[in-house]
């Protein structure tokens, strides 16, 4: 079992950045891939990054790679997720989701969420 909470989202303008935390429970974290996945009022959830348990593989949204840099710390249970040149259109609920084994892009493949951190970008 793995329990995930997100933080460090909140308001910012156009252009700014933020950082993401989510931080995870378990002692095999490093076990397991985690994603960062966002949705906006009336849209469906999107795929955002991975990142493998070892970080040696990282996927990125076309949306966002450039943008955002995701990175983490087994030894602290932390993954991160920076954003930079944030745009009104990032604003969202963000998430973080671990599943054991490779990281994805799709959001069925992860088993567990945390409750999401929101993100409003303003212009």
């Known amino acids: 079992q793995v329990q995930l909470v997100e933080s460090g989202g909140g308001l910012v303008q156009a252009g700014g950045s933020l950082r993401l935390s989510c931080a995870a429970s378990?002692?095999?974290?490093?076990?397991?891939?985690v994603g960062w996945f966002r949705q906006a009022p009336g849209k469906e959830r999107e795929f955002v990054a991975a990142?493998?348990?070892?970080?040696?593989?990282?996927y990125y949204s076309g949306s966002v790679k450039g943008r955002f840099t995701i990175s983490r710390d087994n030894a602290k249970n932390l993954v991160y997720l920076q954003m930079n040149s944030l745009k009104p259109e990032d604003t969202a609920a963000y998430y973080c989701?671990?599943?054991?084994?490779?990281?994805?892009?799709?959001?069925?493949?992860?088993?567990?969420w945390g409750q999401g951190t929101q993100v409003t970008v303003s212009s």
């Open positions: 378990g002692r095999t974290f490093s076990s397991y891939a």
């Open positions: 989701a671990a599943r054991w084994g490779g990281s994805s892009s799709n959001t069925g493949a992860y088993n567990y």
């Open positions: 990142i493998s348990g070892s970080t040696d593989i990282i």
